[in-house]
């Protein structure tokens, strides 16, 4: 018999409604949820492909063990846990904690049962080795919130809806949706600006989809977006359009900024920004001009050589505006989860606490950037990385210098990967543990409401009940985490119940911690039997979710420091300021030199959905962007296959000539590269693509958080000879365990 269920999509941060028409197991249709609070009917082609994931048959169902053929074949569920917690301990034991490495990937994000565990993964496995997705596209922005308001996830959201002036810096929110700014139909959001006599002003290396659709767009050279602010910041300085008064009611430290902007003229920055003076000087008069106005920026910002010092001066540019905390400029979300208490008792949340071996990088937000992977593996040495967990990530290809790693991982001693697909990273997995899909489990968003544009909350039902013999991943971490010797915390205080409990039957679920997480927070009940508050039974009967109201003016609220001010004398960030002043002057050289940058596909989530056939149908889209005058230089043709060179690597690429690019600049998408994988994704393998990862430079970081610089790669091109070529190796197995 049919049925109807109504779900918040899981793939991206805009929290998307859907409406599910099922027929027993199957997926009839994936529509819009036009009731929904927050997206309001709108959805995107990934969120109708949703079902394409339940019903793919490459997709794991049941564990698997590599064998020494590198082959995989299935093992039963208590098989497999009862390997993977004896070679972990055994590993614990003889090497110690951090001989185990973590890499979590993006859809942890989306996940709040596994949100819930992570540091109880890292407690059980007694690791500081943990990486992230976020690790190499979000850290700036997490160290610079952490060390300006106190927490990391409290970020600055653009009010898109009442602004008259936006700037959009380094982000495709046409494509994403935003990038911690959650905004369902963004493209309306933007054409209703410029309808109420706005105006938008996108500031990318290309003229991105966003960019097509502003008033203007600024074609900045890649890593000059740092200076780019800053040198609007100093403009308004210089020409006295602030007011230090009002900054002093909500910061402390602006003379330590001040004194160090004022290197920052316009025509200073003008080589490392490619924007004339006379630009920088207009934009930000219009800015300050404006009835209201707001900037943002996101990866392609965070992802540069100077990416916190730009992700703070993005915040600094609408504080000296007086746009923080003001209806149409930066205000903060007040979500229904507060999740800073339980942040701030697990330790989960800092910057520079500790430092990985080899290099010495520092951890952000409890994370080691991932670029140390291969380098822990391969050094020998106390601590040396010797087993390595991953979850739901795929860090060859989505971290720098993939083949590095690639080749890294068969140094292993033992891998355990939770993921739905033998994709380019888990078929060096000794065991994989395939989660049941995520329609069967249910869903509530523990981070994307403290970046939306309003405040909401929803509670998603399962689409299907879970196979029998199934495991949620929620489930699976949970396992590991009781059989290496933890439980759900990470705190040794308050596990030992958790763990008497489960002998006689009581068992913890994460519905318990969203329960506790929202009746606490601002609009909670308080546990109170008369309250009005919410409590998850009465967020389960609005299918649709509750509308919370606006974004609420002013920032102390949601500052954490004990004097409710922004921090803006942070040595660490100042000291970066002054790096960044002292390189204005350079700037790219040589006559074949390009800067190589990434991009998002509308259809491309990452590296996980490339084989669902919907969304890799029509033409190809893993190319690389060229300007025509470059590709006359290097002699390569619209559609020709040519070489793409650095210190790094050399590989073929499918060029697309195209004027939307700047001169100087190409760009290849994230998330390709599947010829390693193709023999069990097989939509994936037939449109396998190049990782744009394989030219990145693992060993160059950006200065404060270590991430490794993502855009702006130098590269060169050049076209293809006869007998070039680059076919891709797979490694060699290890012994089965």
């Given at each position: 018999?049919?049925?109807?269920?109504?779900?918040?999509?899981?793939?991206?941060?805009?929290?998307?409604?859907?409406?599910?028409?099922?027929?027993?197991?199957?997926?009839?249709?994936?529509?819009?949820?036009?009731?929904?609070?927050?997206?309001?009917?709108?959805?995107?082609?990934?969120?109708?492909?949703?079902?394409?994931?339940?019903?793919?048959?490459?997709?794991?169902?049941?564990?698997?063990?590599?064998?020494?053929?590198?082959?995989?074949?299935?093992?039963?569920?208590?098989?497999?846990?009862?390997?993977?917690?004896?070679?972990?301990?055994?590993?614990?034991?003889?090497?110690?904690?951090?001989?185990?490495?973590?890499?979590?990937?993006?859809?942890?994000?989306?996940?709040?049962?596994?949100?819930?565990?992570?540091?109880?993964?890292?407690?059980?496995?007694?690791?500081?080795?943990?990486?992230?997705?976020?690790?190499?596209?979000?850290?700036?922005?997490?160290?610079?919130?952490?060390?300006?308001?106190?927490?990391?996830?409290?970020?600055?959201?653009?009010?898109?809806?009442?602004?008259?002036?936006?700037?959009?810096?380094?982000?495709?929110?046409?494509?994403?949706?935003?990038?911690?700014?959650?905004?369902?139909?963004?493209?309306?959001?933007?054409?209703?600006?410029?309808?109420?006599?706005?105006?938008?002003?996108?500031?990318?290396?290309?003229?991105?989809?966003?960019?097509?659709?502003?008033?203007?767009?600024?074609?900045?050279?890649?890593?000059?977006?740092?200076?780019?602010?800053?040198?609007?910041?100093?403009?308004?300085?210089?020409?006295?359009?602030?007011?230090?008064?009002?900054?002093?009611?909500?910061?402390?430290?602006?003379?330590?900024?001040?004194?160090?902007?004022?290197?920052?003229?316009?025509?200073?920055?003008?080589?490392?920004?490619?924007?004339?003076a006379g630009t920088i000087r207009r934009v930000?008069?219009?800015?300050?001009?404006?009835?209201?106005?707001?900037?943002?920026?996101?990866?392609?910002?965070?992802?540069?050589?100077?990416?916190?010092?730009?992700?703070?001066?993005?915040?600094?540019?609408?504080?000296?505006?007086?746009?923080?905390?003001?209806?149409?400029?930066?205000?903060?979300?007040?979500?229904?989860?507060?999740?800073?208490?339980?942040?701030?008792?697990?330790?989960?949340?800092?910057?520079?606490?500790?430092?990985?071996?080899?290099?010495?990088?520092?951890?952000?937000?409890?994370?080691?950037?991932?670029?140390?992977?291969?380098?822990?593996?391969?050094?020998?040495?106390?601590?040396?990385?010797?087993?390595?967990?991953?979850?739901?990530?795929?860090?060859?290809?989505?971290?720098?210098?993939?083949?590095?790693?690639?080749?890294?991982?068969?140094?292993?001693?033992?891998?355990?990967?939770?993921?739905?697909?033998?994709?380019?990273?888990?078929?060096?997995?000794?065991?994989?543990?395939?989660?049941?899909?995520?329609?069967?489990?249910?869903?509530?968003?523990?981070?994307?409401?403290?970046?939306?544009?309003?405040?909401?909350?929803?509670?998603?039902?399962?689409?299907?009940?879970?196979?029998?013999?199934?495991?949620?991943?929620?489930?699976?971490?949970?396992?590991?985490?009781?059989?290496?010797?933890?439980?759900?915390?990470?705190?040794?205080?308050?596990?030992?119940?958790?763990?008497?409990?489960?002998?006689?039957?009581?068992?913890?679920?994460?519905?318990?911690?969203?329960?506790?997480?929202?009746?606490?927070?601002?609009?909670?009940?308080?546990?109170?039997?008369?309250?009005?508050?919410?409590?998850?039974?009465?967020?389960?009967?609005?299918?649709?979710?509750?509308?919370?109201?606006?974004?609420?003016?002013?920032?102390?609220?949601?500052?954490?420091?004990?004097?409710?001010?922004?921090?803006?004398?942070?040595?660490?960030?100042?000291?970066?300021?002054?790096?960044?002043?002292?390189?204005?002057?350079?700037?790219?050289?040589?006559?074949?030199?390009?800067?190589?940058?990434?991009?998002?596909?509308?259809?491309?989530?990452?590296?996980?959905?490339?084989?669902?056939?919907?969304?890799?149908?029509?033409?190809?889209?893993?190319?690389?962007?060229?300007?025509?005058?470059?590709?006359?230089?290097?002699g390569v043709g619209d559609g020709e296959t040519?070489?793409?060179?650095?210190?790094?690597?050399?590989?073929?690429?499918?060029?697309?000539?195209?004027?939307?690019?700047?001169?100087?600049?190409?760009?290849?998408?994230?998330?390709?590269?599947?010829?390693?994988?193709?023999?069990?994704?097989?939509?994936?393998?037939?449109?396998?693509?190049?990782?744009?990862?394989?030219?990145?430079?693992?060993?160059?970081?950006?200065?404060?958080?270590?991430?490794?610089?993502?855009?702006?790669?130098?590269?060169?091109?050049?076209?293809?000879?006869?007998?070039?070529?680059?076919?891709?190796?797979?490694?060699?197995?290890?012994?089965?365990?």
């Amino acid at each position: 018999m049919s049925r109807t269920v109504f779900r918040t999509c899981t793939l991206c941060e805009a929290m998307c409604g859907l409406k599910f028409e099922v027929d027993g197991e199957r997926v009839l249709a994936v529509l819009p949820d036009e009731e929904d609070v927050f997206s309001q009917g709108f959805i995107c082609p990934k969120g109708t492909a949703i079902a394409a994931v339940h019903d793919d048959p490459d997709r794991l169902r049941t564990p698997m063990r590599r064998m020494a053929s590198g082959d995989f074949e299935p093992i039963g569920w208590e098989e497999a846990f009862s390997l993977v917690a004896r070679r972990l301990k055994e590993i614990r034991a003889q090497h110690g904690g951090d001989a185990t490495a973590v890499y979590m990937g993006n859809p942890v994000a989306h996940n709040y049962g596994a949100l819930a565990l992570r540091n109880a993964v890292f407690a059980a496995l007694g690791t500081r080795n943990c990486t992230s997705a976020g690790s190499q596209d979000t850290s700036p922005r997490f160290a610079v919130s952490y060390y300006l308001y106190g927490a990391s996830l409290i970020v600055p959201v653009p009010d898109i809806d009442h602004t008259q002036y936006f700037l959009c810096v380094g982000a495709n929110p046409r494509i994403s949706n935003g990038s911690l700014l959650a905004a369902p139909d963004i493209r309306k959001r933007m054409l209703a600006i410029r309808q109420r006599g706005g105006r938008v002003v996108v500031v990318d290396p290309r003229r991105s989809e966003t960019a097509r659709e502003a008033d203007e767009h600024l074609a900045i050279l890649p890593g000059g977006d740092a200076a780019f602010l800053l040198s609007l910041v100093q403009v308004l300085v210089a020409e006295g359009r602030i007011d230090r008064a009002k900054i002093a009611t909500l910061a402390r430290g602006w003379d330590e900024i001040e004194r160090r902007i004022a290197p920052f003229a316009p025509e200073r920055v003008e080589a490392m920004t490619g924007i004339d003076a006379g630009t920088i000087r207009r934009v930000a008069r219009e800015f300050a001009d404006a009835p209201s106005s707001a900037a943002y920026s996101r990866v392609g910002v965070c992802n540069n050589a100077h990416g916190t010092v730009a992700s703070l001066a993005t915040d600094l540019l609408n504080l000296a505006a007086g746009r923080m905390g003001e209806v149409g400029g930066s205000m903060f979300a007040t979500p229904p989860f507060d999740t800073r208490p339980i942040l701030k008792l697990t330790g989960a949340d800092g910057h520079a606490r500790w430092h990985s071996r080899v290099r010495k990088l520092p951890e952000t937000f409890g994370d080691l950037p991932a670029s140390i992977l291969a380098e822990e593996m391969e050094t020998p040495g106390p601590g040396q990385v010797r087993a390595l967990v991953t979850f739901a990530g795929n860090p060859v290809l989505s971290t720098p210098n993939g083949r590095r790693l690639d080749a890294a991982l068969e140094l292993l001693e033992f891998m355990v990967s939770i993921d739905l697909y033998i994709n380019e990273t888990t078929r060096h997995a000794d065991v994989i543990l395939p989660p049941a899909w995520g329609l069967a489990e249910d869903h509530v968003d523990f981070i994307n409401t403290a970046v939306a544009t309003r405040n909401t909350v929803r509670w998603s039902p399962p689409v299907f009940e879970k196979p029998a013999g199934s495991w949620a991943d929620w489930q699976i971490l949970l396992e590991l985490i009781y059989r290496l010797g933890g439980g759900p915390t990470g705190l040794k205080s308050l596990d030992w119940l958790y763990r008497l409990g489960r002998r006689v039957g009581i068992h913890w679920k994460p519905e318990s911690t969203a329960d506790m997480l929202l009746r606490l927070g601002p609009y909670g009940d308080r546990f109170l039997p008369w309250s009005r508050g919410l409590n998850l039974k009465k967020l389960k009967r609005a299918p649709h979710g509750i509308d919370l109201g606006p974004l609420r003016p002013g920032v102390a609220h949601r500052i954490l420091h004990r004097d409710r001010l922004m921090h803006l004398d942070v040595p660490v960030l100042l000291k970066a300021i002054d790096e960044l002043a002292d390189s204005l002057e350079s700037a790219p050289s040589g006559d074949d030199a390009l800067l190589l940058i990434g991009r998002r596909e509308l259809r491309s989530n990452n590296s996980w959905m490339h084989n669902v056939p919907e969304l890799v149908s029509g033409r190809a889209r893993c190319v690389l962007l060229v300007h025509p005058a470059d590709a006359q230089r290097a002699g390569v043709g619209d559609g020709e296959t040519a070489v793409l060179e650095n210190h790094i690597h050399t590989g073929e690429v499918t060029v697309r000539i195209s004027d939307e690019m700047r001169p100087g600049v190409v760009s290849l998408p994230h998330g390709w590269g599947h010829v390693a994988s193709a023999r069990w994704q097989r939509t994936a393998g037939a449109h396998a693509g190049v990782s744009i990862n394989d030219w990145t430079d693992d060993q160059r970081v950006e200065s404060v958080v270590g991430q490794s610089i993502l855009n702006g790669l130098p590269v060169r091109l050049k076209a293809k000879m006869p007998d070039s070529g680059d076919a891709h190796s797979a490694s060699p197995a290890r012994a089965q365990i």
